[in-house]
């Protein structure tokens, strides 16, 4: 397993950009899917977008799409969201997660099911004021 510390969050004003960024420790990040996912008060925590292990195939949830751009630094250990456009909306605490190591492709069902994903990070705030 990994272990995963997000960075980035903050309060932006609708309209505004944020990149964040999850810093894996370990040597095997390279070998894992990594996702975002985003938690509002008092709801479920939500698939955002997922990037298989080698970068191949990226998967966004409707809710992002165009607007969120999910990557990874292998070298790094890093996975980013590039999250433009914010709306009140997407207020929420962003979590990064590893998993699927070495899927080539993700069905949309796993990706979209915490449960299936092996490690989480402790999340990072955005708060994204009208």
């Known amino acids: 397993q990994v272990q995963l510390v997000e960075s980035g969050g903050g309060l932006v004003q609708a309209g505004g950009s944020l990149r964040l960024s999850c810093a894996a420790s370990?040597?095997?990040?390279?070998?894992?899917?990594m996702g975002w996912f985003r938690q509002a008060p008092g709801k479920e925590r939500d698939f955002v977008a997922a990037i298989t292990w080698s970068g191949g195939n990226i998967y966004y949830a409707d809710s992002v799409k165009g607007r969120g751009t999910i990557s990874r630094d292998n070298a790094k250990n890093t996975v980013y969201l590039q999250m433009n456009s914010l709306k009140p909306e997407d207020t929420a605490v962003y979590y990064c997660a590893a998993g699927f190591r070495y899927f080539g492709e993700l069905s949309t069902a796993a990706t979209a099911e915490p449960t299936r994903w092996a490690s989480w990070g402790q999340g990072t705030r955005v708060s994204v004021s009208s």
């Open positions: 370990g040597r095997t990040f390279s070998t894992y899917a």
